[in-house]
């Protein structure tokens, strides 16, 4: 009997075989539900009072809201994987992760790209553990089960010795339902139901596309992946992403400085900087300083762009605005800084701990010498000892470090820059915009992270734990 359900015996899936002796667990008994493996869920909504702006931060220590974040905010939505250029020819391959599983990302022979659950079907084990690279096929190092570029199974040692009903086609990798591009960037979901990637991004696709369209041949990575830890929760990175341009002034006092000319500092300038925040009912945000003379900081890639031809391409709004300084968060954790040419991915491994994956992202028409100096002045400014970088880790490492605290997690915090003042539209922008300085986009973001905790996912409405596949 199935001590967690209570089912008297677990038949095949997909084979249709209900006889005893197949003992694979992928179909509940007839009329129960794979629900009952769920745990219950928690009412998001009492950790937030986005109406008054006050946020409880147990959301970035609680164990159990971690665990329904797995199942109800990152397996439904769609989640950045890799850029294109990373996978030119086909068995080119990546691996990655989508919330906490892991997946590979590979281009097979009909060089479409697919993404599959990073373990093989026998035991569970890592089935590719490279980081990237090429290959014929996949071949787990455990018993040595094989599988082609399109996930099948196709090698099993000792075949002989399985039963006859035992089908290779039963066995092949768990595939990432849906895979889309946008402008070079891959991204996947679990969810077979989920709208198609652009209208899932809505007016954010406007705002990215300042960065990924500056020329007509696009965007590729620069050299590797840059992956470090730090000790705090992912949403913490997310949404100062989508949102703060207020903490710029302060936190990074010392790096402004620095890079000043006269190195005291432009602090009056940044502090008084005017701009804007755009906010989105998916989740997603986007802060910049607008400023007729935007410019790129380092001095080489400023140099290589001609400017009025990119306000011809893009308009002048996205070039004063979103195509140099600026931050933004794709929900739930995907961000970029288009001056700093960093894409990243703030990957969940606990409540308490994110790893951090970034890419250095260039237009593919930039001259070696210029994506190189773009990938220099990202390592000195926001690499893992970038002087950017070490001020918001410092930050959010030290606000998790305090929700360990019994009264400190009693002790609400404010998300009231902003509120209710009703500067939510600009004819130059799409979407909802406003000032600069505001937690408007945090404060979205939260909704939409709480409206997901609080509905169940695709997977909860099957009888299958795999949903979409039986
Ligand atoms: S776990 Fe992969 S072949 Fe056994
Ligand atoms: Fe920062």
Redesign the pocket.
Known sequence: MCVTCGAQTHRAARTGNTSEETVTITEPPAGRSWRAHSPPSADAGAYLDIERGVIDRRIWKDEGLYQQELRRVFAPSWLFLAHESQLPKPGDFFTTYMGEDPVVVVRGKDRTVRAFLNT?R????RLCRADAGTTRNFT?S????GYDLSGNLVNVPNAEAYPDHFDTADWGLREVARVQNHRGLVFGTWNPEAPDLIEALGDMAWYMDAFLDRDPEGTEVVDGVTKWVLEGNWKLAAEQFASDWYHVNMAHASALMVMSPTGKGPKTEIANTPGRQFTSPLGHGAGFPVHPRSRFDDAAVHEHYDYDQLRERLGSARVEGPMTTGHATVFPNFSYLPVNGTIRVWHPKGPDRMEVWTWVLVDKNMPEEVKQAQRRYNLRTFGPSGIFEQDDGENWSEIQAVSRGFVSNRTPLNYQMGLGIHDDHDPDYPGRVGELYSDNAARGFYARWRDLMNTPAWHENHTTPEGDRD
């Open positions: 093989c026998h035991r569970g084990m787990c455990y018993h040595g089960w």
